[in-house]
């Protein structure tokens, strides 16, 4: 899950998808690739430290509805702790996230990258094996163009854009009209230049923004999660069915 932007809810798409799918049956696992900003905990209300086994291998821990997490909060003395590293070593956490990790038998790994172009999203790319990519992005026409660079990543490594979604779409009003906070959507755009059809608009809503800081994020229901899920799978590549 990416985006050129940063602060368009990368994070909270990771976090549904997995959400998601596990409700439908699915073994997933989520990775949390924005070493220096990991948001994944808190969101799922993970504090648990990884288990070390063999002196290397670490056993992610589980939020309260058996979904793995991994993320670089997890092996900090605290949430507030700064990673003040370069580069090569965000690259080689990533890697080390997905090589000595014991996931165990997962259906998906959804991986949630930092934003940008740079170090993560390349090694991502190139150092793990990528069924698609889904990119996210709000409705601003500044927020498409950003986002639109991420696409031309995807393409020039050869990797599958599978879908785009577009987070904080509008606000749902009492009367059942929306209120489109920043201007009418500029999705299609991105929609073209990706190739990729649009997987779910998911609106402002105070009920995500309560379940994320509280680490119950997969207490949410809403219509626009069910759609979003529908259409990630119809789109993925073939997996196995969920027992």
Known sequence: VMSGKGGVGKSLVAGLLAVGLKRRGFSVGVLDGDITGPSIPRMFGVREKPAVHDGKT????????????????????????????????????????????????????????????????????????????????TPQALATMVVTKAVHLVKQLGGDILGVVENMAYVAMPDGSRLEVFGPSQGLKLVIAANAPLMARIPIDPEIARLADSGGIEQYVAPEFEELIANFLSVVPKVAQPV
């Open 58 to 137: 670490l056993t992610p821990p589980t939020s309260r509805g058996g979904i793995p997490i991994m993320s670089m909060n997890l092996l900090l003395p605290s949430d507030e702790e700064a990673v003040i590293w370069r580069g090569p070593m965000v690259s080689g956490a990533i890697r080390q996230f997905f090589s000595d990790v014991a996931w165990g038998e997962l259906d998906f790994l959804i991986v949630d990258l930092p934003p940008g172009t740079s170090d993560a999203p390349l090694t991502v790319m190139q150092a793990l094996p990528i069924a698609g990519v889904v990119l996210v992005t």
